[in-house]
């Protein structure tokens, strides 16, 4: 007599949010495809996709639902950077390493007063974009003096290039 392990039912099957999603991957790439026929291929019920996926269905101009792409946005920041005139782009993701940076120019400015106590709180080896935001008071001052030696007034933030990834 062999012994049985019993075996959960999700140990083989996939939930029904699982399933879901492939309805939406399928949908995305045949963009033919109806909802119906992609959620009974995958075994679920159309209710179920819409309800586990509402923002990314809409219906067409021709009452067909409709599978929608969502498109992330990259933005490009640029920060000073040690010669004059030179700046650094960092192609950010979130709106937290967009907020980070805006941080980090803000205890820049602060230096540039000699207000060095933000630098000194930020936090150290920072990457946004495989750049290492510059820290340290000495790199600081290097970048302070490229901005006092640029002729035209450094544009910050304000720089930006949004493009779709």
Same mark, same amino acid.
């Given at each position: ?12 099957? &996939? ?11 399928? @949908? ?12 009974? &291929? ?10 586990? /996926?509402?923002?990314?269905? *809409? &219906? ?20 000073? #950077? /040690? ?9 950010? =993701?979130? =709106? ?7 941080? #980090? @120019? ?11 106590? &933000?630098?000194?709180? /930020?936090? =150290?080896? =920072? ?13 600081? *001052? ?7 030696? *640029?002729?035209?007034? /450094? ?11």
């Amino acid at each position: 007599m062999s012994a049985h392990k019993p075996t959960s039912s999700k140990s083989f099957r &996939k939930t029904v949010h699982e399933r879901s999603r492939l309805v939406l991957e399928d @949908m995305l790439r045949n963009p033919s495809l109806s909802l119906t026929k992609a959620a009974h &291929k995958r075994r679920v019920d159309r209710r179920s996709v819409l309800r586990h /996926f509402p923002t990314r269905f *809409q &219906k067409s101009s021709s009452g067909r639902i409709v599978a929608r792409a969502v498109t992330r946005r990259r933005k490009t920041l640029f920060i000073p #950077w /040690f010669e004059p005139g030179e700046v650094m782009p960092i192609a950010t =993701k979130s =709106k937290a390493e967009r907020l980070l940076i805006g941080r #980090w @120019m803000a205890a820049l400015n602060a230096a540039r007063n000699g207000d060095f106590s &933000k630098i000194d709180e /930020f936090p =150290k080896n =920072k990457r946004i974009a495989g750049v290492l935001l510059p820290t340290k008071r000495a790199e600081v *001052q290097q970048i302070l003096v490229s901005l006092a030696e *640029q002729e035209s007034p /450094f544009e910050g933030l304000y720089r930006t290039i949004v493009r779709r990834s």
